[in-house]
């Protein structure tokens, strides 16, 4: 959860973000969904724009200059970052605001069918990984699953909450903070855990994803040593943090590794 305002950047930042808005009349910042130390819709004569702000000595600043990285790269379905401002131990990527609400992943949603949609369109659009400095897969889960389940050649997202998915007019997924080039199917499978939380069983979960192209073609030892390595994963982390989403995450997880493995 973002724990300043835009009126909490000192001064000098603002001035520089102003060259590149114009002046700034108001600021509403983001209720939910991000990491960063401000978040938050600037108004301005030309319009709104998304700002997302942090300090330069947070650990997590890392995950910012990965996006304004990946950025440039990504389809029209991610809203296009505009300008990048650093300056007084501050880092402030501005975007394009997008209008609309977060997805619902219960059962009978009609976002659904939409998200599905959108999990095909993002795999075979990232699909060779642009030419962009990402972490591998390979990497990421060393030591978690035999690395060669994980590999392939597509720019996945990798941190499918539905508060990443904004659908208006049309579909928009933002917050590419966390992306990994590996496996076409690895958002779906990470999807699956989601779809559990949100009341699906693992079945009815699976049988969404079927309509995925990408899913329907993974290799199902790969998905089985994944799901127990995801489950194990966000084990870990509602031990090394117990922030309230991570208990039933870790539910879920557990329980799609289960029905995936089932004698383990």
């Known amino acids: 959860m973002p724990d300043r305002r835009w009126e909490d950047l000192p001064a000098a930042v603002r001035l520089v973000v102003e060259s590149h808005t114009g002046p700034v009349r108001g600021a509403q910042s983001a209720s939910a969904g991000s990491v960063s130390n401000i978040a938050a819709t600037l108004e301005t004569a030309s319009g709104p724009v998304f700002c997302k702000a942090i300090q330069t000595d947070n650990p997590l600043v890392r995950m910012h200059r990965t996006e304004a990285r990946v ?3 990504l389809p029209d379905i991610a809203p296009r970052m505009r300008w990048k401002v650093e300056e007084a131990g501050w880092l402030v990527l501005g975007f394009d605001h997008v ?22 369109a993002l795999a075979q ?36 909450t539905p508060f990443n998915f904004l659908l208006g007019a049309r579909v928009r997924v933002i917050d590419w903070s966390m992306p990994c080039r590996g496996a076409a199917w690895i958002d779906t499978a990470l999807m699956i855990v989601r779809l559990i939380r949100a009341g699906h069983g693992p079945d009815g979960a699976e049988g969404w994803a079927d309509q995925i192209p990408v899913w329907k073609q993974a290799d199902p030892p790969a998905i ?7 489950a194990d994963l966000w084990e870990q982390r509602r031990h090394e943090n117990p922030a309230p989403h991570r208990g039933p995450l870790a539910v879920a997880a557990r329980s799609w590794a289960n029905y995936r493995n089932p004698s383990a």
């Open 71 to 73: 950025n440039p790269w």
């Open 125 to 160: 659009g990232l699909t060779p990984c642009p030419p962009v400095r990402v972490q591998a897969a390979t990497k990421r889960w060393e030591g978690r699953i035999d690395p060669e389940m994980v590999d392939g050649d597509t720019l996945v997202h990798t941190d499918v």
């Open 224 to 230: 089985d040593a994944f799901a127990a390595a995801l």
């Open 99 to 120: 209008p609309g609400r977060h997805a619902v992943l219960s059962p009978g949603s009609a976002d659904l069918p939409v998200i599905a949609d959108t999990l095909t």
